[in-house]
């Protein structure tokens, strides 16, 4: 498919979307903006996404920490497959100041890894990986007289990569999926259902 | 050939802004048969084009954070989702603030302003928030009374369409009320824990349609109003007032004009009003028979302030030196929780009309003296599964490391959160104003306002009565608060970000002590009135919408019969 057909099945789709909300029919929304964002997916997954911000090397660091801050589980995909990777890349393109809080964040983190393990963070074992980020956490949680030491960036950037991860995978259908959020629609009336009533009478009683 | 004179055509009501004010007056006089041409500073507004209802984060690449990312790295950035045109920040039109002062002051340059995004709370000021000065000796009293208001009340809620219910409570009165919302499930624990501490928890006043009104359907229920409603089922200007206006034929409207000053004759009279053509950045002059300033209570103050001539030195319709001064917000504090026992809630779809379907109106004012600060406040909740956007699990993030327990507490604690926000009523002080900034002017070579603000030990007691009180209601429910959410030491607001900025041009009986009549006319110049926020004397834990819109139609009907008398 050419690019400027991609480009248009896109837009057909989108008014569509719109349309069907437009008539206000019940769940409309959902599943045409899957429609939508499933096309985004299938550029990504042909190989043909073209980096925005970052390097090629960037990139995959992102991606594996989306991968490790937000994994896959029973309840949904992981952060990659929620497109955190190019969410991040996107912003760092459009944002100076991001991008050289991720330059500098992920060239701290191949720095760091090769004085611990010899190796750049994608070619180091998955253990590895997950013992430098613990690290971090156990920084930050220790607070700052520990983060003042060596560790102190890599834990101001894990905090903007974890947020920004988070956000992406929380905001894009499976992660909306994962947490349930059943709302966004068009309703004819507003009712809370009995068995929440009753959940929160008891819960009065308790109280 | 270039036209240097003015154009010949003389308007006969000129009207300076379409938010809640300038889109009453345009709607009522159009209404009784006046021709009015208004001048708005930002584009026409286009709801199905420009709100952003029922978008999902993920309908755009930047899932809300802006294309340029702006949401990370300044807290003062737009917020996608929920502004048109406007924000805290505005591009080449800046403001300042004096020494020692922080003030926010939020903007919307397009049709409608901000009421197409605000809150929709739409509360009566009760009889004695109109002679404050009678009940504690601070303040200043209204020239007018509960009793000249409330027709206006009703005709403005028959208009835009309230839900609330009759609860005879003295800090609230009822209005005309559409039938209100059910409670969602976390507020009917909210209720029971006020309700323990003797604390009234209503069903909110807010300016959504449960049931039709003039062909706008009821609410469906989305609970985006905060984006703007295409549907119209709440209340904009732009769409309940200034769209059916223009269909009588006789509004005129000219966008991206930007008022800089008013003309007058040497004989107290306005003739003209010069503005700035956005679009090809000319200065441009309409004469008026009637000047009404509706731009917004500080964007009026700026506008009389820049109009300085031989009769007004300090401006037109400023021979008392008020304009400008007695500038108020609302006295905010918020606190959230997370409330465990929610934990486990059956999954609904809590979206409802956007916002709370419940508040608490002020409870003190029989007590008033014992608890230590003068006036009162409203509390407005928050809780619910609303839909995930930038930042919504952030806490959660930074809190569980990451890896699969961060999931897990996401799935466990979303929707566990609520939050109480009080407004209370600040007293006007004279170390809270604004003036024109000396060296300072915007892209169209206009002089910018700069604020001064400060809250005093009567504000400051009032937030830590509202601190206490939340803890309270936060304990009986056994939550976990989570701490104050705003910045000040104590916790209060910062200055003009409760966006309820007013009394720039406040009202009188005494013409040497304020600017307008009750009828919003300056004193000093019959045909020009002030129909915004900047008329009020005293700005009650009730958010001003409602009352802005009363005082205009008031104000409106006043102005048609004074022209059809020959006096204006």
Partial sequence: MDQVSQVSRRQVLKQLALAITAAGSGAFNLEAARVVHALAGEERQAGGYALKGLTQHEFATVSRLAELIVPADEGGGSGVDAGAPEFIDLLCSQNDELADIYRGGLAWIDATMRRRDGTRFVDAPAARQTALLDALVSAERAGRAQTAGDLGPGVAFFNWIRRMTVDAYYTSPIGIADVRYQGNAVLTGFEVPPEAVDFINRRIEEM | MARLQPTPEIHDVVVIGSGAGGGTVAHVLTGLGVQVTLLEAGPMLDPYRDFKEHQWPYDVDHRGANEDGSRYLNARSRSYFSTTSGGWELEGEPYTVGDGSEFQWFRSRVIGGRTNHYGRMSFRFSDYDFKPYDRDGLGTNWPIGYDDIAPYYDKAETLIGVTGSHEGIRSAPDGVFQDPPAPKAHELLIKAASERLGIPCIPNRRAILTRPLNGRPACHYCGQCGRGCR??????????????????????????????????????????????????????????????LAASACESARILLNSKTSEFPNGVAN??????????????????????????????????????????????????????????????????????????????????????????????????????????????????YCEIDPDTVDRWGIPVLRFHFKWSDYERDQARHMAETFRALIDTMGGVARGPSTRDASGISVGGSIIHEVGTARMGSNSRTSVLNGFCQTHDVDNLFVCDGASFVGNPDKNPTLTINALAWRASEYMAEEMQRGNL
């Fill in chain 2, 231 to 292: 549907a119209a089922s709440n209340y904009s200007s732009s769409q309940v007032q200034i769209f059916p206006a223009l269909e009588t034929g006789r509004l005129r409207i000219l966008d991206q004009a930007m008022a800089r000053e008013i003309v007058t004759d040497g004989n107290g009279k306005v003739t003209d009003v010069i503005y700035m053509d956005k679009r090809t950045r000319q200065e441009r002059r309409l004469q008026c028979r009637v000047l009404v």
């Fill in chain 2, 319 to 432: 021979s008392s030196g008020v304009v400008g001064r007695f500038l108020m917000d609302t006295v905010g504090f918020g606190l959230s929780a997370r409330v465990p026992s929610l934990e486990g809630l059956p999954r609904y779809n809590s979206d409802g009309a956007g916002g709370a379907h419940l508040y608490m109106p002020w409870w003190g004012w029989e007590r008033q003296q014992r608890l230590g600060f003068p006036r009162g406040y409203h509390i407005e909740i928050g809780g619910g599964y609303g839909m995930p956007g930038i930042g919504s699990f952030a806490r959660v993030a930074r809190e569980s490391g990451y890896g699969a327990g961060l999931k897990a507490q996401a799935r466990r604690e979303y929707g566990t959160s609520i939050s109480f926000q009080g407004r209370g009523e600040m007293i006007p002080n004279n170390f809270t």
